[in-house]
């Protein structure tokens, strides 16, 4: 039986990018993922215009709370550890220009751990394809 909407998920600071998300607290082995994303980020905005500038800002608030979930921490407000290592294992993928292994990342987490991800899964998947 149907008993209404399921709580929604913790959100983000809604102020956080992935300029200016703190990410202080991020474990040394998943730091990996933060200095990834955040260079892919940054060359693409580089010489983003007009409809491009505006996807990407919407896929930075996006990438700024997946920053802030990555720092360490207990519950529902942080990344657990497995899909941590994941995220750890695509980056180094992404960084070394495998899109198979990034694809193959990238189902893993949606298909096992989709609730956990589900804020900050598409931006991720959207700015691999860019």
């Known amino acids: 039986a149907w008993v209404g909407p399921s709580p929604e998920w913790p959100k983000p600071p809604l102020d956080a990018t992935v ?15 933060v200095e990834t994303i955040a260079n892919r980020f940054d060359a693409l905005a580089a010489g983003a215009t007009g409809m ?22 207990e519950g529902e407000t942080h990344i657990s550890p497995p899909v941590c290592d994941q995220l750890a294992r695509l980056s180094e993928a992404w960084a070394a220009g495998d899109a198979n292994a990034v694809n193959a990342h990238l189902l893993y987490i949606s298909t096992r751990h989709w609730e956990e991800c589900a804020y900050w899964f598409p931006a991720l998947k959207r700015l691999t394809k860019l």
Do not use: C, W, Y
């Not at 300029?19 to 082995?29: E, I, K, L, M, Y």
């Not at 491009?52 to 700024?64: F, V």
């Open 19 to 33: 300029s200016n998300a703190d990410t202080s607290g991020v474990r040394p082995q998943h730091r990996v993922v």
């Open 52 to 73: 491009r500038k505006k996807e990407l800002d919407g896929i930075s608030t996006k990438i700024g709370g997946m920053f802030v979930f990555l720092n360490e921490g």
